[in-house]
């Protein structure tokens, strides 16, 4: 906790889907949770493992829903694949597996995007709604012919509105079996990456932050593995009862979102 201020945290690393919004709806007292906890000062910084949209995008969508958000409040992972690449690959040759968003953001970061896995430097997996066995087989022969290998995020599987799709931990599993080479740097969370990312885009330490978050997995684990305060909300994909058995625990259970106030501004 930060003795210098008047609240518990100064910063929020808040995850979106299942947490803030549910099939596109505000979870309920979300709105107003976040509108008391910024009020008082208190930073929140949107993340989210999802890279078929940008941090403009999302931060349109959370407006949209009532919660005033400028894309400098938006975390993706693939924002922080084009960081890795900036100070690990710059001006990199790069076979992507992915859709239109990401290919913007790495455009701008300057990377080349290449047609053919043997020309690449560096083979990108991503969550590809366009994925196919054309190009998979690219990627292998990339990574076969020596390109580094790299990947937005681990998720296995996406929630949509009426259950979930395969995610890119699908895709990077495909190439880890076929190539025998391990995916070199993941930028999603639970990355060191993406939480590196976060407390530097807060302007916080460690113990200023909370970690809010409906998945084991990826929120509560990157904030477990940072050294970083978790609160695991049960309007996602986790319930009570797999909660109650976590070992070790979440710093907080919360029914929702609603209850972030009573816990940050403790």
């Excluded at 803030?20 to 493992?49: D, H, M, Q, T």
């Excluded at 076979?95 to 020309?119: I, K, N």
């Excluded at 929630?159 to 880890?176: K, R």
């Excluded at 932050?209 to 305060?229: H, K, P, S």
Aim: overall charge negative; proline content about 5%; charged content about 20%.
């Amino acid at each position: 906790m930060n003795g210098n201020s008047t609240t518990g945290f100064r910063g929020v690393i808040c995850d979106l889907d299942g947490t803030v919004y549910l099939s596109g709806r505000p979870v309920p007292g979300a709105v107003e949770a976040l509108a008391e906890i910024r009020k008082e000062g208190v930073r929140v910084l949107f993340v989210s493992n999802n890279p078929l949209r940008d941090s403009h995008s999302y931060a349109e969508r959370l407006s949209g829903l009532g919660i005033p958000t400028e894309p400098s409040d938006v975390l993706t992972s693939g924002a922080v694949m084009a960081d890795w690449f900036r100070s690990e690959a710059p001006g990199a040759r790069v076979y992507l597996l992915g859709e239109e968003s990401l290919r913007s953001e790495l455009v701008r970061a300057g990377v080349t995007l290449v047609s053919e896995g043997t020309q690449a430097e560096v083979v990108v997996a991503s969550f590809d709604r366009t994925f196919s066995y054309a190009t998979w087989s690219e990627a292998f022969q990339g990574i076969r012919a020596g390109a580094r290998f790299v990947a937005t995020n681990p998720d296995v599987t996406c929630p949509v509105e009426d259950g979930e799709v395969p995610d890119c931990g699908g895709i990077i599993a495909a190439l880890e079996a076929t190539t025998g080479v391990r995916v070199e740097a993941v930028a999603g969370k639970p990355s060191p990456l993406m939480l590196a990312s976060a407390l530097e885009r807060l302007g916080c330490e460690r113990e200023e932050v909370l970690v809010v978050g409906d998945r084991v997995g990826t929120d509560i684990e990157l904030g477990r593995a940072g050294g970083v305060a978790t609160a695991l909300v049960l309007t996602g994909i986790t319930d009570r009862a797999t909660a109650a058995d976590l070992e070790p625990a979440p710093t907080y259970v919360l029914d929702s979102i609603a209850a972030l106030p009573a816990v940050v501004l403790a």
